[in-house]
């Protein structure tokens, strides 16, 4: 390729983007395209960028799987048309939209990196400017005439991470996400530094780029806490239609040996409610039948969720539920890695 590398920037909404309603008070979303007069630096950028925006933009603790859909079908739209995309996105659920979305591509071979920021785009202090410009640069690098980054990823202070390996860790620093379980794959310092070795291969040439868009999110997250009900535990394993639940354990995976707990797990599983243990912990792997207090939900046929993290296994959860994979063949897909998600 001779030509500037070109980006889509798709702007769903988020602090990034936002302003000060001064009746309120409250930090809302604004015009698109005061955004980019707010960066007349991006015109400096050796690539050319066309922008797209939700029509409204929306605070990101509105993201649903109908938003995912729309990500992903704007990227799927122009997939062609251009070499990466850069979503912007509030970090509040980053970690889900983007882990989904990498889900909902198959054979990507171009970089989608979603970033987001602490504080709006016209804050004196922001980390917007540093967020957007160095996610557009990870965008456009390219070795060997082919994009370094062929796979979704988050950036955020100074960091490129695996999206679907992220965790939003704090939400006062600039430093909001973590990904305890896998390196970065790139810092920007002087320099914009690549691990190479840690990225996801590029898809076979041969292959086409894929958008699954069925998801289901009948779905729940079950964190267990020390004296947890058993009538808790039953209603929420009784929620109708219910498909799938990311059982948030302890450790490296434990949970209590209650019987009448082990009863209603089991039942569940024999009624096809997928259960995949993850840990609380925010780094480190669940071992299944490690400790005695986990031996009787591998017994069960609860899903190891190994080293995966809580919004990753959401995302994944939704993801395969909607591929329809059948009840023999969840288990075993679930706990293979299907985009890094996870080691095997
Ligand atoms: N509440 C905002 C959002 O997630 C926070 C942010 O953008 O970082 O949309």
Redesign the pocket.
């Known amino acids: 390729m001779t030509s500037k590398p070109k980006i889509l920037l798709i702007y769903t909404?988020?602090?990034?983007g936002?302003v000060k309603d001064y009746e309120t008070n409250a930090?809302k979303?604004f015009n698109f395209e005061q955004l980019l007069e707010r960066v007349p630096e991006l015109v400096q950028l050796n690539c050319t960028v066309d922008t797209y925006s939700f029509k409204e933009p929306?605070?990101?603790?509105?993201?649903n799987t109908t938003y995912y859909v729309d990500i992903a079908e704007v990227i799927e739209d122009n997939y062609l048309d251009f070499d990466g995309f850069v979503v912007l996105?509030?970090?509040?659920?980053?970690a889900y939209t983007s882990s989904v979305v990498g889900f909902m591509f198959e054979n990507l071979a171009k970089p989608v990196i979603f970033t987001?920021?602490?504080l709006p785009i016209g804050h004196l202090r922001t980390d917007a400017k540093e967020n957007l410009i160095t996610s557009i640069e990870i965008a456009c690098s390219r070795k060997n005439n082919q994009p370094v980054v062929s796979e979704v990823c988050l950036y955020f202070e100074y960091k490129l991470y695996r999206a679907n390996r992220t965790t939003?860790i704090n939400a006062e620093q600039f430093e909001?996400f973590a990904s305890l379980n896998y390196p970065p794959l790139a810092e920007s310092g002087v320099h914009l530094q690549f691990n190479y070795e840690l990225l996801l291969k590029p898809p076979p040439i041969a292959t086409k780029f894929m958008v699954r868009k069925s998801l289901n999110n009948n779905i729940v997250i079950l964190k267990l806490f020390p004296g947890i009900t058993e009538e808790v535990v039953k209603s929420i394993v009784g929620i109708k239609n219910l498909k799938g639940i990311v059982l948030e354990t302890y450790g490296a995976g434990n949970a209590p040996t209650y019987k009448w707990f082990v009863v209603i797990l089991e039942a569940a599983i024999k009624s096809g409610i997928h259960i995949v243990n993850v840990t609380q912990c925010v780094g480190g792997s669940v071992i299944l039948g490690h400790y005695e207090t986990s031996v009787e939900l591998q017994r069960i046929g609860v899903i190891d969720g190994k080293d995966i993290t809580t919004e990753s296994a959401i995302a994944k959860l939704m993801y395969l539920l909607g591929a329809k994979i059948s009840n023999s063949e969840f288990k075993n897909t679930f706990e293979k890695p299907l985009r890094g998600e996870l080691d095997f």
């Open positions: 909404g988020g602090t990034i936002m930090l979303a929306i605070d990101s603790s509105n993201m996105t509030g970090s509040d659920t980053m987001g920021s602490q939003k909001a």
